[in-house]
């Protein structure tokens, strides 16, 4: 399992969805703000647009541009999501050196 796969099941836990939607396309705002912790956490741990797309079945790297500007924003003024996708990278950037 990639460092991108686990930061995805853990992004689960933390936001208490399963980790299937995170990869799917639904509109509730806690799917949202998974899949923008799990975009801005590949980001900044290294990865391209198009390899976060690809590990994470998404069609566009546009999704993935518009994950990590919600999650500038949401890292700003919410704690609790910083604190999430701070997690998330590490976890990302720990299965990368593996």
Not at 8 to 14: C, K, R
Not at 32 to 50: D, E, Q
Not at 73 to 90: M, V
Request: hydrophobic share 45%; aromatic share 8%; charged share 20%.
């Amino acid at each position: 399992m990639t460092g991108l796969a686990m930061a995805v099941q853990q992004a689960g836990s933390l936001f208490g969805i399963p980790p299937s939607r995170i990869t799917e396309q639904y509109g509730r705002r806690e799917n949202t703000h998974a899949r923008a912790a799990v975009a801005w956490a590949a980001r900044s741990a290294g990865l391209t647009y198009v390899a976060i797309c690809a590990e994470l079945g998404w069609s566009a790297k546009s999704t993935v541009t518009a994950a990590c500007y919600k999650a500038d924003a949401l890292r700003k003024t919410d704690k609790e999501f910083r604190r999430i996708s701070d997690i998330l990278a590490a976890k990302i950037a720990a299965g990368m050196a593996a």
